[in-house]
């Protein structure tokens, strides 16, 4: 009895080994938006102009400006979240070094039948301070979905929400992931 004790504390004890990861959106949730969206566009242009229509064909506008916005959902190969020895990886923000990362959970919500699970990362210093290496990205991306949200704290603190419902990926093990690499 006293020798399981003894291996169940042991386990406990035991860190876990950082591996590093990426995630990306979970593309079967937002093929339909981006793709509906686009074609709703087409066809209202396509129609607006062949009918002699302009208002129809400035409608179309809209639900192409839905398609562009989303668009980042469905890229392929584009990760979303990461981590490594370099630090936690955030899409349009770069590598985060871990030295600057205070505090790090999951919160949950729901809003009907819809759970919405968020990575919150509080820096000890501003997210300009923090970032090891920048990500370079085009112009036209700064009109486009991104999956986190900053927010100011006191004595320049930042808190970083990161959207995780919509990555593909459980947010247990993404956040189990990152502590193995903040506690190392």
């Not at 009895?1 to 080994?17: D, R, S």
């Not at 129809?56 to 916005?69: D, G, S």
């Not at 036209?140 to 990926?169: C, D, Q, S, V, Y």
Request: aromatic content about 10%; cysteine-free.
């Amino acid at each position: 009895m006293a020798a399981k004790k003894e291996a169940v504390k042991q386990e406990e004890n035991v860190k876990p080994t950082p591996v590093p990861f990426t995630v990306g959106f979970n593309r079967s949730q937002s093929e339909s938006i981006v793709y509906g969206s686009f074609i709703l566009g087409i066809l209202f242009a396509v129609i607006g102009i062949v009918g002699n229509l302009p208002l129809l064909a400035l409608a179309a506008l809209a639900p192409l400006a839905i398609a562009f916005w989303h668009y980042p959902m469905i890229e392929k190969g584009k990760p979303q979240l990461g981590a490594n020895e370099d630090g936690l990886y955030v899409e349009r923000i770069g590598f985060i070094d871990w030295a600057a990362i205070r505090m790090t959970d999951v919160k949950r919500t729901s809003v009907r039948n819809i759970e919405l699970v968020r990575l919150d990362v509080l820096l000890t210093r501003s997210l300009d301070d923090a970032v090891t290496k920048a990500q370079t990205f085009p112009v036209w991306k700064k009109f486009m979905m991104r999956n986190w949200k900053r927010t100011p704290r006191e004595h320049g603190r930042e808190l970083i929400a990161i959207n995780l419902h919509t990555l593909a990926a459980d947010p247990e093990e993404i956040l189990s992931r990152i502590r193995a690499f903040k506690f190392v």
